[in-house]
């Protein structure tokens, strides 16, 4: 095993079978032997430095209904907000003063806000941060939205993929929702312009190894600039509800081959990952992560965020608590940096 992660580091890609192996071998050596690698590679690339990102979660309503989501439609026990232009400036204007450069903007799919209203938003947005990067990750849109929205000032897009497999797909989401459109959107933001993000849950209910297989072949063919990866959580108020959570180590170990893939992609260490174990923050780190994306949105909003159950967003999770996080950072050797953190095409 040792020898294909060598050769991983080596050559950016394995085949089918080696990544299957790689996924499916449960020696702790080899899983430590990964994480070594990968910290080291992204050590290469960024040197200790980790960008900071702000993430503001703009509103929680979305006419989706994902299984696996707790904003999705069907869920009447959320209190449903959305933040007004003003209150999303505010936000900025916080995370501008603590040193955050890019602003990514979250939400769930809400049709009362509008492509204009989002066109303007960004707008508004460009024209108070000029030397800021503006991050959407707002699902599935149009061509001529992601046109508008690019034109306004926005330079990065996530959209993880969740699952490259058509049949898992469609266990994880209802009828009307397609991975064709999914995958389509993400080729729309890659040809305007995007530096575009992809990714996955791990441990979602039906996955396999050949699922997450497929999903590395497609982010090796996609090459995208950021690759979002966490473990699933359940909510409570889902389907998924009584399903097992993904392993951390399974999430770990994904995060370091896609390190060893794509030396120079920018990977968050997620809240996800924070929010299963208490040092999830730190362990993708060292697995090989270089960006962290504290929560910028108004406090007393953050709970109705609730992708899923004890979701961290205080603590060393937000941007009031950086000072914290920037301590645990340098407790493992590294260094939050205030830096833009564009990727870097080398
Ligand atoms: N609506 C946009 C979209 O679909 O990309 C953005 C918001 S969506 C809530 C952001 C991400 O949250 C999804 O891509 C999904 O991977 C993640 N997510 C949702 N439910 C989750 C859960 N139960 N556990 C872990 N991650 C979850």
Redesign the pocket.
Known sequence: MKRLIDKLRRTHRLSAEEYAALLACEERSVADYLRQQAGEVALAQFGNGIFIRGLIEIGNR?H?D?Y????RRSNTSVARYGLDRDTILACCKEGYALGFRTFVM????DPSMTDEWMEQTIAAIRAAYPDCAITL????KTREAYERFYRAGANRY???H?THNDRHYRMLHPAGMSLEYRLQCLQWLKEIGYQTGT???VGTPGQTIAHLVEDILFIEAFHPEMI?I??????HA?P?AAEPAGSVEMTLKLLSIFRLMHPAALIPSTT?LATLVPDGRERGILAGANVVMPNLSPPEQRKNYS??DRKAAFGAEAAEGLRELSRRMEAIGYRLSTERGDYNHV
Do not use: K
């Not at 696996?68 to 904003?71: A, E, L, P, Q, S």
């Not at 979250?106 to 799919?109: V, Y």
């Not at 990750?137 to 599935?140: K, N």
């Open positions: 979305c989706n994902c696996y989501c707790g904003i979250q939400g769930g799919e990750s707002l699902g599935e996530l959209l993880r969740e990714g996955i849950m979002g966490g473990p699933f959580i359940p909510h889902t998924f996800a992708l899923y």
